[in-house]
């Protein structure tokens, strides 16, 4: 389908990892993101990975893609509460614009 | 890093009015601005998509005389919702791309909470 899409919601303890799928759509996409949203703001960009990359390492980040299953995923080591918030992944279609197609996003809960 | 402001970040306002809302790059320069719609609990949708100097491109759906775009420089784009209904209410965000870069990374704005009686 069109839908990027993603499970709804994830609860961790404090010092677990977390981890959030992301199943999209494109396969031409050329890059993919992750980005973070807090109640009532705008988005962060937590991280991205080119299309012909399989993992990116960034700190406490993650992200692993499976370009032929289509599957990207982000994996939080030793969340913390401040790491609660919606996560949304996003595709970068091709073609001029360069548009995002953002996932369903997923609320990460963290519980102390 | 680079900064995108929107103003207001709320208003409220009454229905059949039209309400203005301005993105801006603080720090550099967007060739390109996009407007996205955020309904409660939901994922962000592609509203327009915007380049300075040239006509908004507006995705399917989207009605180019209610949401009326302008991006008449490389720092400022507005979003104008023209005759609201309490249907528009929404949290609007906009972004900002810097021609060049090299994945082209959008940078968004905090997001305006657009309530209409």
């Known amino acids: 389908g069109e839908d990027v899409e993603q499970s709804l919601f994830l609860s961790v303890r404090e010092g677990d990892s977390s981890v959030i799928n992301c199943t999209y759509t494109?396969?031409?996409?050329?890059?993919l993101y992750w980005y973070k949203q807090e109640p009532g703001a705008g988005l962060q960009l937590l991280t991205y990975?080119?299309?012909?990359?399989d993992m990116k390492q960034d700190q406490r980040l993650t992200v692993l893609l499976n370009k032929k299953d289509k599957h990207l995923s982000l994996r939080i080591a030793d969340t913390q509460t401040g790491d609660s918030a919606i996560y949304f992944c996003?595709?970068?279609?091709?073609?001029?614009?360069?548009?995002?197609?953002f996932g369903t996003g997923t609320l990460l809960a963290v519980q102390p | 890093g680079a900064v995108v402001s929107q103003h207001p970040s709320r208003v409220i306002c009454k229905s059949g009015t039209s309400v203005k809302i301005e993105c801006r790059s603080l720090?550099?320069?967007?060739?390109?601005m996009f407007w996205y719609r955020q309904f409660p609990k939901q994922s962000l949708m592609l509203m327009a998509t915007?380049?300075?100097?040239?006509?908004?491109?507006?995705e399917q759906g989207v009605e180019k005389d209610k949401f009326l775009i302008n991006h008449a420089s490389l720092t400022l784009s507005t979003l104008t919702v023209t005759s609201a209904h309490p249907e528009d209410s929404s949290f609007y965000i906009c972004?900002?791309?810097?021609?060049?870069?090299?994945?082209?990374?959008?940078?968004f704005g905090p997001g305006t909470r657009l309530t209409v009686l």
């Open positions: 972004s900002a791309r810097e021609g060049g870069a090299t994945h082209n990374e959008q940078f």
């Open positions: 494109d396969s031409s996409s050329t890059y």
């Open positions: 720090d550099f320069q967007a060739t390109t």
């Open positions: 990975i080119f299309s012909n990359m």
């Open positions: 996003a595709e970068r279609r091709g073609g001029a614009t360069n548009k995002l197609i």
């Open positions: 915007s380049n300075e100097g040239s006509k908004a491109t507006y």
